[in-house]
C-alpha cells in the first residue's frame, strides 16, 4: 500500500480521481481490483495535502454507484451463467464458493446485503452483479447501493484523513521532542566526562606531589626519638638528650 501510495503522489490530482473512480468502478461491475487499496492510499495522501479529501470521497463514490448499477445491468441480462464464467476465470476471488456465501448473504438479508456488502471485500465485487441475477427490483438495488456508497466512500475517506492528520502532528510532537532529548543527553553526557576528567586530573596531581619532592624523603621524630633525613642518598642520625660522637678509635 506504502508502494501504491507513493506512485500515486506523483500524479496530478486529478488524474488521481479519475483512478479512483476508475478502478472502483470497475470492481464494482465484478471485476476483482484493488480498489479498497486505492482508496485508502488516497485518502492518507489527502492528509499530507497532496489532493483534496472532499474529491477523493467523491470521485469514490461515484465510482462505487456508477459500477455496481452497471454490474447490476450485466448480471440481470446475463445472469447465472454470467456469473458462472467469472468464477472459472477469477477462482480465488468469484469461485463456486465465494458465489455460495455471496449469495447466502443476499438470502439472509435481502436488498441490505447491497448497503452492507460494500464493507466487505467479496461482497463489494459481487453486489451488483448478483442483486441483477437474482431480478432485485433496482429502486431498492439503487437505494440501498447509493446509501452504502456514499457511507463507505466517505466514511473511510475521512476516517482515514483525520486519522492521518493526527499521527502526522503526533510524530512531528515526537521529533521535536527526540531533538530536545537528544540535545539534553549531549550536554548531561558531556558535563559528566568533563567532571571525571577533572577529578582524576586532581587526584593525580595530588599523589604526584606527595610521592615525588625533588627525590627526598623526611621522617622526623622528637622527644627521644631518633629523626632520619634522608637527602641526596646521605643519612644523619640525632638523638635527642644523648650526647655521642663517633669520629673513630684512638
Request: glycine residues 14%; without cysteine.
Given at each position: 500500500m506504502i508502494d501504491v501510495q507513493h506512485w500515486l503522489s506523483a500524479l496530478p490530482p486529478g488524474v488521481v480521481y479519475l483512478?479512483?473512480?476508475?478502478?472502483?468502478?470497475?470492481?464494482?461491475?465484478?471485476?476483482?481490483?484493488?480498489?479498497?487499496?486505492?482508496?485508502?492510499?488516497?485518502?492518507?495522501?489527502?492528509?499530507?495535502?497532496?489532493?483534496?479529501?472532499?474529491?477523493?470521497?467523491?470521485?469514490?463514490?461515484?465510482?462505487?454507484?456508477?459500477?455496481?448499477?452497471?454490474?447490476?445491468?450485466?448480471?440481470?441480462?446475463?445472469?447465472?451463467?454470467?456469473?458462472?464464467?467469472?468464477?472459472?476465470?477469477?477462482?480465488?476471488?468469484?469461485?463456486?464458493?465465494?458465489?455460495?456465501?455471496?449469495?447466502?448473504?443476499?438470502?439472509?438479508?435481502?436488498?441490505?446485503?447491497?448497503?452492507?456488502?460494500?464493507?466487505?471485500?467479496?461482497?463489494?465485487?459481487l453486489a451488483g452483479p448478483l442483486a441483477g441475477a437474482l431480478h432485485v427490483p433496482y429502486r431498492r438495488f439503487l437505494l440501498a447501493n447509493a446509501a452504502g456508497g456514499l457511507v463507505w466512500a466517505f466514511g473511510t475517506t475521512y476516517l482515514l484523513y483525520s486519522v492521518g492528520r493526527a499521527a502526522e502532528h503526533w510524530l512531528k510532537d515526537i521529533s521535536w521532542a527526540g531533538l530536545v532529548l537528544a540535545v539534553l543527553a549531549g550536554i548531561g553526557s558531556t558535563w559528566w566526562l568533563r567532571r571525571r576528567a577533572h577529578r582524576a586530573e586532581s587526584t593525580d596531581g595530588a599523589s604526584g606531589e606527595e610521592a615525588a619532592s625533588g627525590g627526598q624523603a623526611a621522617v622526623v621524630a622528637s622527644g627521644g626519638q631518633a629523626a632520619v633525613v634522608a637527602s641526596g642518598g646521605q643519612a644523619a642520625v640525632v638523638a635527642s638528650g644523648v650526647e655521642s660522637t663517633r669520629t673513630g678509635e684512638h
Open positions: 483512478l479512483v473512480a476508475g478502478v472502483i468502478g470497475v470492481e464494482s461491475m465484478g471485476v476483482p481490483l484493488p480498489g479498497e487499496i486505492v482508496l485508502v492510499s488516497s485518502a492518507l495522501l489527502a492528509a499530507t495535502g497532496v489532493v483534496e479529501p472532499e474529491w477523493v470521497a467523491s470521485a469514490a463514490a461515484f465510482g462505487a454507484i456508477v459500477g455496481d448499477s452497471v454490474g447490476y445491468a450485466v448480471g440481470r441480462r446475463g445472469g447465472r451463467p454470467l456469473l458462472a464464467r467469472l468464477g472459472r476465470r477469477f477462482p480465488k476471488h468469484l469461485g463456486p464458493a465465494q458465489l455460495a456465501r455471496a449469495e447466502q448473504s443476499f438470502a439472509r438479508h435481502g436488498v441490505w446485503a447491497v448497503f452492507f456488502g460494500r464493507f466487505v471485500a467479496l461482497l463489494r465485487i
